[in-house]
T-cell receptor, first 114, second 112 residues
Framework: DAGVIQSPRHEVTEMGQEVTLRCKPISGHNSLFWYRQTMMRGLELLIYFNNNVPIDDSGMPEDRFSAKMPNASFSTLKIQPSEPRDSAVYFC????????????FGDGTRLSIL | GESVGLHLPTLSVQEGDNSIINCAYSNSASDYFIWYKQESGKGPQFIIDIRSNMDKRQGQRVTVLLNKTVKHLSLQIAATQPGDSAVYFCAETGHTGNQFYFGTGTSLTVIP
């Protein structure tokens, strides 16, 4: 079975540019999560969706960050304009329905803002 | 200036020995707990989970123990192998069961 798929795997761009990260959750999962991981702060939850609806975006650091989930099989995390301090690994995870279920992670996008 | 990052607890074990990784959680209302393994360049990988109505759960070479009295979770890995070298995270759910709260992780190094 295909797991969570993220693209691109690596992104290097100059500050001020728009960055779009993409995620395809596991088919049938109804919850999707975006995380950021850095050495300084560890793994931080940015936003999560249930049934394509954003439930909690309190972790989104600034208005420069936005996330969408137009359908059950696709989500984007956008940073505009990007800044060097946004450099991190961004993970997407999805979770199935019914009781207590683990989140399943993609392999992340390593983002470097120069 | 020098940057200061998270100080990850580290554990080094000899190949073939058993490993025990510990985790303290803070929310007494949490009812679901998960252990993840993260290898370099990869996302966290689910290892084993346990619900709060259980004290122990076993998988293949791994055992999770839950002590709700002291809010402590542990992961035991039997006959540790070089492929077990990774960072291990515990995660707990809050009372909603939707959000997971991750610990800072423990770095396990297996010495051949």
């Amino acid at each position: 079975d295909a797991g969570v798929i993220q693209s691109p795997r690596h992104e290097v761009t100059e500050m001020g540019q728009e960055v779009t990260l993409r995620c395809k959750p596991i088919s049938g999962h109804n919850s999707l999560f975006w995380y950021r991981q850095t050495m300084m702060r560890g793994l931080e939850l940015l936003i999560y969706f249930n049934n394509n609806v954003p439930i909690d975006d309190s972790g989104m650091p600034e208005d420069r960050f936005s996330a969408k989930m137009p359908n059950a099989s696709f989500s984007t995390l956008k940073i505009q304009p990007s800044e060097p301090r946004d450099s991190a690994v961004y993970f997407c995870a999805s979770r199935g329905t019914g009781g207590r279920q683990p989140q399943h992670f993609g392999d992340g996008t390593r983002l470097s803002i120069l | 200036g020098e940057s200061v990052g998270l100080h990850l607890p580290t554990l080094s074990v000899q190949e073939g020995d058993n490993s025990i990784i510990n985790c303290a959680y803070s929310n007494s209302a949490s009812d679901y707990f998960i252990w993840y393994k993260q290898e370099s360049g990869k996302g966290p990988q689910f290892i084993i989970d346990i619900r709060s109505n259980m004290d122990k759960r076993q998988g293949q070479r791994v055992t999770v123990l839950l002590n709700k009295t002291v809010k402590h979770l542990s992961l035991q890995i039997a006959a540790t192998q070089p492929g077990d070298s990774a960072v291990y995270f515990c995660a707990e759910t809050g009372h909603t069961g939707n959000q997971f709260y991750f610990g800072t992780g423990t770095s396990l190094t297996v010495i051949p």
